[in-house]
């Protein structure tokens, strides 16, 4: 399948999709949600598909919502963004958190608005040292949407989540970096390589192991400690029925590299 608004690509193991819009930083309109969404589902029903990087082509990673396709004129009715966020940026984020892989985001530039908070619901973020995050809602009298009201307690604490939600300042890759938010910061021309070497690694491991440690993680935020060893059971269980637990046991046995499927 050909697209317009994005890159995308399946090759040893790692589906590449590159935000493609660079002309309007990335921003978000109809067009490149359905693609985003398209490509997601073919990476889901992929199973050559080991591991899922997400990243973008110019200077910028994504503005969030192109508001051109949001203009209000004075004398038109207000439209319903809820509807947008229910129909386009919920299914996304939901899919980026239960994609039975890694999923890897690699910010180049500035992420505003939804941008920002898209490489929250990825598992390991990189961002180029230019890279700037930026809430960018409540200036223009919005809430932070994309699961960022979510996303950033948790992962920054209360107060840092409503310095950032309520002012609106860009936050620096370094100062994500040291707050816990991302993983890595890389210098600029650097960043897409490094992100292709930690994709091209993960997508030589048991796939449906890290898929069930991702699962398990992402559970624990909200589960209790009962229902967590619960789960860890449950998965334990799925786990030591696949193929590369088989063959992970097997290679430390015969002291020898373990060559795993993703099955």
């Known amino acids: 399948m050909s697209f317009e608004h994005i890159?995308?690509?399946?090759?040893?193991?790692?589906?590449?999709l590159s935000l493609n819009r660079p002309q309007a930083l990335n921003s978000f309109n109809e067009a490149m949600h359905l693609e985003?969404?398209?490509?997601?589902k073919m990476t889901a029903e992929n199973p050559d598909a080991r591991v899922l990087l997400l990243t973008a082509e110019g200077r910028g990673?994504?503005?969030?919502?192109?508001?051109?396709?949001?203009?209000?004129?004075?004398d038109a009715d207000m439209p319903d963004l809820g509807l947008s966020i229910e129909k386009f940026y919920n299914p996304m984020i939901r899919r980026l958190q239960q994609l039975p892989m890694p999923v890897i985001c690699a910010v180049n530039g500035v992420a505003a608005g939804a941008g920002a908070n898209i490489p929250l619901a990825c598992d390991l973020v990189l961002a180029a040292r230019s890279a700037k995050f930026i809430q960018?809602?409540?200036?223009?009298?919005?809430?932070?949407?994309?699961?960022?009201?979510?996303?950033?307690?948790?992962?920054?604490?209360?107060?840092?989540?409503?310095?950032?939600?309520?002012?609106?300042?860009?936050?620096?890759?370094?100062?994500?970096?040291?707050?816990?938010?991302?993983?890595?910061?890389?210098?600029?021309?650097?960043?897409?390589?490094?992100a292709l070497v930690l994709a091209r690694q993960l997508a030589t491991q048991p796939t449906m192991g890290l898929g069930y440690i991702k699962?398990?993680?992402?559970?624990?935020?909200?589960?209790?400690?009962?229902?967590?060893?619960?789960?860890?059971?449950?998965?334990?269980?799925?786990?030591g029925r696949t193929d590369d637990y088989r063959e992970g046991v097997a290679a430390f046995m015969a002291k020898r590299p373990a060559e795993f499927k993703g099955r």
């Open 7 to 16: 890159i995308y690509s399946v090759d040893a193991g790692v589906a590449l």
């Open 36 to 40: 985003v969404r398209e490509a997601l």
């Open 61 to 74: 990673f994504c503005a969030g919502q192109d508001l051109s396709d949001r203009n209000v004129a004075p």
């Open 136 to 194: 960018a809602f409540c200036k223009i009298g919005l809430v932070p949407d994309s699961g960022g009201t979510w996303f950033l307690p948790r992962l920054i604490g209360m107060a840092r989540a409503k310095q950032l939600a309520l002012l609106g300042e860009p936050l620096t890759a370094e100062q994500a970096l040291e707050w816990g938010m991302i993983y890595r910061v890389t210098d600029d021309e650097a960043l897409r390589d490094e």
């Open 215 to 239: 699962r398990a993680l992402n559970d624990s935020v909200s589960n209790g400690f009962d229902e967590q060893l619960t789960l860890e059971r449950d998965l334990q269980r799925l786990a």
